[in-house]
């Protein structure tokens, strides 16, 4: 290690604004070293200890994501730094390197320690330092107050959208139990009107199997018991009612036009009213009535069941996209996080607009932070309806490239400004009107994608058609971690 003549110094662009009598300081306190190719001049997490300028050379900047290696620059001109560059934020602290310098060729480096670099920052520019202090932290408060206010706006959304989608199946199935008492209560009577009226246990146990035969609402009359329901036409329902009606007319029934259509959607017909008659005699109108009040049952319990499993899916959508039973870093299936926050936003996506999926049939599990990934598609699909609206297709599809995931989420709305696509990702930066938007989803979901899970997000807008691609290596290693913000090699 040797000294480096201020004269030297005075020819980097970092150092050529300094006196004589700072370039002396500079050339006392610091020192020139010599790095073979592809050797290491700081590693990423290890103690900031030095600020290191390139003198001659060629360095290479890279920053672990996930336990991999990311090339984030490479340069050969002289002056560019890396290494310990904020240490005048408080040089009573120790900070670690936030990006690991590699020499690519032969490199001679000038090496200042860190706190002889802090105090030269602090003493020669005091202004200068309590503006990029507070700037640094004002920055940082800032995003991490709004990146909270965002997560928490849309997480209100988020649960207004599901108390919604779970009111009308909880509603639903409130209305038929308590309906269903009343259907109990009522058959049972008519069970023992028949009872009481002579008709005996063998016949009773008839219409019971009867009963037990048409367990499926819907089916054709006269089908194969346990064959699959057919689907029929207006008209065939209608002539289904016409002909049961009359029948049951013509056999002493006084409401047989109230009885037939529930009938009938049952799955009775003439014949099967036919065998009622024969079990019940001369009790026909009674039996017939109990028939009908037990098949409501049915249809209740249906109704019930399926509201149920409604509100199951409903919650199971929102398990699958807060991610809450799932380690943080696991493989997952991409169409279930979209499908998930698809269902968790179908509130705001509204009648006008046209929700189109098409999802590679062959993609594999990606590597990923599952509940992060769902915000970055909450991001940006809410985006795309604001774009549109109101009115508009929406369309969500998943494919591979090149040893990728890629989901495009596009929409038709008035699309981006080209002046705009290149500043879409900045903090803040927001194409919304005031009050309506922070600036900080798309910049959330960009850190998301290329800091966690080292993939890109391509943006391609025109009116009527703007699409966002968002890269998922399709391989990641074991593990996970955030990388830090890139500092140094500045220019």
Same mark, same amino acid.
């Given at each position: 290690?040797?000294?480096?003549?201020?004269?030297?110094?005075?020819?980097?662009?970092?150092?050529?604004?300094?006196?004589?009598?700072?370039?002396?300081?500079?050339?006392?306190?610091?020192?020139?070293?010599?790095?073979?190719?592809?050797?290491?001049?700081?590693?990423?997490?290890?103690?900031?200890?030095?600020?290191?300028?390139?003198?001659?050379?060629?360095?290479?900047?890279?920053?672990?994501?996930?336990?991999?290696?990311?090339?984030?620059?490479?340069?050969?001109?002289?002056?560019?730094?890396?290494?310990?560059?904020?240490?005048?934020?408080?040089?009573?602290?120790?900070?670690?390197?936030?990006?690991?310098?590699?020499?690519?060729?032969?490199?001679?480096?000038?090496?200042?320690?860190?706190?002889?670099?802090?105090?030269?920052?602090?003493?020669?520019?005091?202004?200068?330092?309590?503006?990029?202090?507070?700037?640094?932290?004002?920055?940082?408060?800032?995003?991490?107050?709004?990146?909270?206010?965002?997560?928490?706006?849309?997480?209100?959304?988020?649960?207004?959208?599901?108390?919604?989608?779970?009111?009308?199946? !909880? +509603?639903?199935?409130?209305? &038929?139990? @308590? $309906?269903?008492?009343?259907?109990?209560? *009522?058959? =049972?009577?008519?069970? /023992?009107?028949?009872?009481?009226?002579?008709?005996?246990?063998?016949?009773?146990?008839?219409?019971?199997?009867?009963?037990?035969?048409?367990?499926?609402?819907?089916?054709?009359?006269?089908?194969?018991?346990?064959?699959?329901?057919?689907?029929?036409?207006?008209?065939?329902?209608?002539?289904?009612?016409?002909?049961?009606?009359?029948?049951?007319?013509?056999?002493?029934?006084?409401?047989?036009?109230?009885?037939?259509?529930?009938?009938? !959607? +049952?799955?009775?017909?003439? &014949?099967? @009213? $036919?065998?009622?008659?024969?079990?019940? *005699?001369? =009790?026909?109108?009674? /039996?017939?009535?109990?028939?009908?009040?037990?098949?409501?049952?049915?249809?209740?319990?249906?109704?019930?069941?399926?509201?149920?499993?409604?509100?199951?899916?409903?919650?199971?959508?929102?398990?699958?996209?807060?991610?809450?039973?799932?380690?943080?870093?696991?493989?997952?299936?991409?169409?279930?996080?979209?499908?998930?926050?698809?269902?968790?936003?179908?509130?705001?996506?509204?009648?006008?607009?046209?929700?189109?999926?098409?999802? !590679?049939?062959?993609?594999?599990?990606?590597?990923?932070?599952?509940?992060?990934?769902?915000?970055?598609?909450?991001?940006?699909?809410?985006?795309?309806?604001?774009?549109?609206?109101?009115?508009?297709?929406?369309?969500?599809?998943?494919?591979?490239?090149?040893?990728?995931?890629?989901?495009?989420?596009?929409?038709?709305?008035?699309?981006?400004?080209?002046?705009?696509?290149?500043?879409?990702?900045?903090?803040?930066?927001?194409?919304?009107?005031?009050?309506?938007?922070?600036?900080?989803?798309?910049?959330?979901?960009?850190?998301?994608?290329?800091?966690?899970?080292?993939?890109?997000?391509?943006?391609?807008?025109?009116?009527?058609?703007?699409?966002?691609?968002?890269?998922?290596?399709?391989?990641?290693?074991?593990?996970?971690?955030?990388?830090?913000?890139?500092?140094?090699?500045?220019?």
């Amino acid at each position: 290690m040797t000294t480096v003549p201020p004269g030297e110094l005075r020819g980097l662009f970092l150092f050529e604004a300094l006196d004589d009598a700072k370039l002396a300081w500079l050339s006392s306190h610091g020192t020139a070293r010599e790095h073979p190719a592809d050797s290491v001049v700081c590693a990423q997490g290890d103690p900031a200890e030095f600020l290191y300028v390139l003198l001659d050379g060629e360095v290479l900047m890279t920053q672990l994501v996930r336990g991999h290696s990311v090339e984030v620059s490479r340069t050969s001109r002289p002056g560019v730094y890396g290494g310990a560059v904020q240490a005048y934020l408080d040089d009573r602290v120790v900070q670690k390197y936030q990006h690991t310098l590699r020499a690519l060729a032969p490199s001679r480096i000038f090496a200042l320690p860190a706190r002889k670099f802090a105090k030269a920052v602090r003493e020669w520019f005091p202004m200068a330092t309590h503006l990029l202090e507070g700037n640094f932290v004002g920055m940082s408060n800032s995003r991490r107050a709004v990146d909270q206010r965002e997560r928490l706006t849309a997480l209100g959304t988020i649960t207004a959208g599901l108390t919604h989608e779970l009111n009308n199946p !909880a +509603a639903a199935a409130a209305r &038929a139990s @308590a $309906e269903l008492g009343d259907r109990l209560l *009522g058959a =049972q009577r008519r069970l /023992a009107e028949l009872a009481a009226a002579g008709v005996d246990c063998g016949h009773l146990g008839t219409l019971v199997r009867l009963r037990e035969r048409l367990k499926e609402p819907g089916a054709t009359p006269g089908a194969t018991p346990g064959a699959t329901p057919a689907a029929r036409g207006p008209m065939e329902v209608s002539d289904a009612e016409d002909e049961l009606g009359d029948w049951l007319e013509e056999h002493g029934v006084g409401d047989a036009w109230d009885l037939a259509p529930g009938l009938v !959607a +049952a799955g009775i017909g003439v &014949a099967d @009213a $036919e065998e009622v008659a024969a079990a019940a *005699g001369d =009790q026909l109108p009674a /039996a017939t009535r109990w028939l009908a009040e037990v098949l409501e049952v049915a249809q209740l319990q249906s109704e019930i069941s399926e509201a149920m499993s409604r509100i199951t899916a409903l919650l199971d959508s929102a398990r699958q996209y807060s991610q809450l039973d799932r380690a943080e870093y696991h493989r997952a299936d991409l169409r279930e996080l979209l499908d998930s926050t698809l269902t968790m936003l179908r509130r705001k996506i509204g009648p006008g607009v046209e929700l189109r999926t098409d999802y !590679a049939p062959d993609l594999p599990p990606v590597p990923v932070f599952a509940a992060e990934l769902n915000q970055v598609w909450t991001n940006l699909i809410v985006n795309a309806l604001h774009a549109m609206g109101g009115t508009g297709t929406l369309t969500v599809r998943t494919g591979r490239e090149n040893g990728n995931a890629v989901v495009e989420i596009a929409d038709t709305g008035h699309g981006i400004p080209e002046d705009d696509l290149g500043r879409i990702f900045t903090p803040f930066f927001t194409t919304k009107p005031v009050g309506q938007g922070t600036g900080l989803g798309l910049d959330i979901s960009w850190r998301i994608i290329a800091d966690r899970h080292n993939g890109d997000i391509r943006v391609e807008s025109r009116p009527g058609d703007t699409r966002f691609q968002v890269v998922l290596p399709l391989k990641g290693p074991a593990g996970g971690g955030e990388a830090s913000g890139a500092d140094g090699l500045g220019e």
